[in-house]
């Protein structure tokens, strides 16, 4: 087997077993990530300089942001030890190391299980460069792809 940097490479068994717990965490970050920028947005009104700042600073100059802020990060955390990759938190993308066995004397490779938010069970895979718009469908996966 080929060397590669992922602590943990799925099955897309394995990957869609996860898909239960992730449909819960993905859904409270895309809440808490809304509930952030509106109450920026609010904030904004009145406060004419907090676009030019980055989130740290405005969670530094508002400590009311930061349960929410200590929340996102927590469930951010929470997908990352299941040692998948948070890709997109608005469109619900998480990404799964895979190896792909190479037949004869290629190098076996790693890509990426692509899941989305919605989507039943993994239908998708991208090479580890590309990202969502490149996903090709999974052999076998019955289901079209939602984007």
Same mark, same amino acid.
């Given at each position: 087997m080929g060397k590669?940097?992922?602590?943990?490479?799925?099955s897309a068994d394995e990957a869609? /077993? $996860?898909i239960p717990r992730l449909e819960v965490l993905v859904r409270d970050l895309q809440?808490?990530?809304?509930a952030i920028r509106k109450k920026i947005a609010d904030l904004a009104r009145f406060d004419d300089k907090l676009a030019e700042l980055d989130l740290p600073k405005v969670i530094a100059r508002y400590p009311e942001l930061r349960p929410i802020a200590s929340r996102m990060s /927590? $469930?951010?955390?929470e997908i990352q030890e299941l040692g998948c990759f948070l890709k997109d938190i608005d469109q619900g993308l998480v990404d799964f190391p895979f190896?792909?066995?190479a037949e004869g004397d290629d190098d076996d490779e790693v890509v990426?299980?692509?899941w989305q938010y919605g989507e039943p069970r993994i239908v998708a895979w991208h090479s580890i460069e590309?990202?969502?718009g490149q996903r090709r469908p999974l052999p076998g996966a019955t289901k079209p792809l939602l984007n």
């Open positions: 590669h940097r992922f602590e943990k490479l799925f869609n /077993e $996860l809440v808490q990530a809304g /927590e $469930l951010a955390s190896l792909v066995e990426f299980l692509c590309a990202g969502f």
